[in-house]
């Protein structure tokens, strides 16, 4: 247990002391300043990591490279307060713990929703990053985080404690459409209309975008997490069965769809649970039809939300957006034939990013390496 649980913990060194002594040490001429005016540090002890905290997964970028991709999930012991697994390790425990150990999710609806557990796998994620390259020293974090665009100021000060706390020196923060927008490569800066429509875990963001700035926007709370729980509430009505979240969240990966007809069809799911009634395991036969069916009052909300954003678009940016379509990222974007029927309800293209649950990892990587240029990065 000693073993895992200090995957979780910092670095005992800190790297501020180490940067202080070598700006004694070395030649003026010779350190190697940042762009960005005031925050001078050297290349070789600053690490920059681009990270999208999500409500279901935490993926990190370093160097243009996925250096981190797990479940935003902690696993903690109950006595000790410590954690004792992350990401996926943490992920299996989900829903199987005993009174010892409880696992948490620190994000929810896309916000950060228990500040310490959030830290703790902040803190955790970094130092698993930095496992494979092991230094004497923390190098000065300097990271870009991503937040929903529907954010108030409580809980983007929470993103930015934590973070900080986690060890990250200079913290950024980018709203996550406009890093789905950077990820899926479209022009932010243009003066041109671009609509995303991120479907993640806890929240769908959708933005529309022009000169680098968030023109128009909604942050609802239907995704992937309500459609699990749609699907579980599904099955406890129709099928009489009671499944945990992991089993649902698998029935929707498996046949997840929006709309009744596909052209490519996926096998039913075999779901197996407890009858409500007799307590007997049963087995029931999932379609995919019966999950279009269960999700579409969900889906719904989505397509009125992007209706209303088109509502408010101003108009030369709306033919824009006519023009080149709308762009899907985010987990959600998966489900089978969402741009068909998105197309279909709004009349205008629906495109899915081409890995649309790393696209705001992408983009937020992006984003740092012009963190200089990009004026809507906040600090
Ligand atoms: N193939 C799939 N079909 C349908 N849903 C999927 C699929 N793969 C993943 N998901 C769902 O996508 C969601 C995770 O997406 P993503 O990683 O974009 O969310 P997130 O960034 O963690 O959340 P948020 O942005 O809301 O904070 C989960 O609810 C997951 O169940
Ligand atoms: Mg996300």
């Known amino acids: 247990m000693s073993k895992i649980s200090s995957d979780c913990k910092g670095n005992i060194f800190s790297s501020e002391y180490f940067f202080v002594l070598l700006t004694r040490i070395i030649p003026k001429e010779k350190q190697d300043y940042k762009q960005d005016g005031q925050n001078m540090a050297f290349s070789f002890l600053t690490q920059e990591l681009a990270i999208d905290l999500g409500t279901a997964n935490t993926v990190i970028f370093q160097n243009d490279q996925i250096v981190l991709d797990e479940p935003s999930i902690v696993a903690i012991d109950n006595n000790t307060g410590k954690c004792i697994a992350l990401g996926q390790k943490a ?73 900080e706390h986690a060890g990250g020196r200079d913290v950024f923060l980018i709203y996550e459409p406009m890093a789905a927008a950077l990820g899926i490569g479209l022009d932010v800066e243009a ?3 671009n ?27 239907t995704a992937g997490d309500v459609f699990t729980s749609d699907i579980q509430y599904y099955l406890k009505q129709q099928h009489n069965i009671k499944v945990g979240e992991i089993t649902a969240e698998k029935i929707k990966i498996a046949v997840g769809a929006v709309i009744p007809e596909l052209d490519d069809e996926p096998e039913p799911f075999i779901a197996r649970g407890p009858n409500l009634m007799t307590a007997h395991p049963v087995d029931a036969t999932i379609t995919y039809q019966e999950i279009a069916h269960c999700l579409d009052k969900s889906v719904a909300k989505i397509e009125s939300s992007v209706l209303h954003v088109l509502e ?68």
């Open 191 to 193: 003066p041109k209309g």
């Open 91 to 163: 992920k299996l425990m989900h829903e199987r713990v005993n009174p010892g150990i409880k696992t948490i999710r620190p994000l929810r609806d896309g916000v950060i929703a228990d500040f310490n557990a959030a830290e703790m796998m902040i803190r955790g994620f970094i130092k698993q990053v930095n496992s494979k390259h092991r230094s004497l020293f923390n190098p000065n974090l300097r990271i870009v985080v991503g937040i929903p665009s529907g954010s108030t100021e409580v809980e983007i000060r929470a993103v930015r404690d934590s973070s």
């Open 312 to 379: 408010q678009t101003p108009p030369e940016l709306y033919s824009d957006i006519v023009e080149n379509g709308i762009f899907l990222s985010g987990g959600g974007a998966l489900l089978r034939g969402l741009d068909k029927r998105l197309s279909e309800k709004v009349n205008i293209p629906f495109h899915v990013a081409e890995d649309p649950l790393r696209a705001v990892a992408r983009g937020t990587c992006i984003a740092l390496k012009n963190a200089a240029n990009y004026s809507f990065l906040m600090r």
């Open 195 to 221: 609509m995303v429509v991120d479907i993640g875990g806890g929240t769908t963001e959708i933005a529309v975008i022009s000169l680098g700035g968030i023109v128009e926007q909604d942050s609802i709370r």
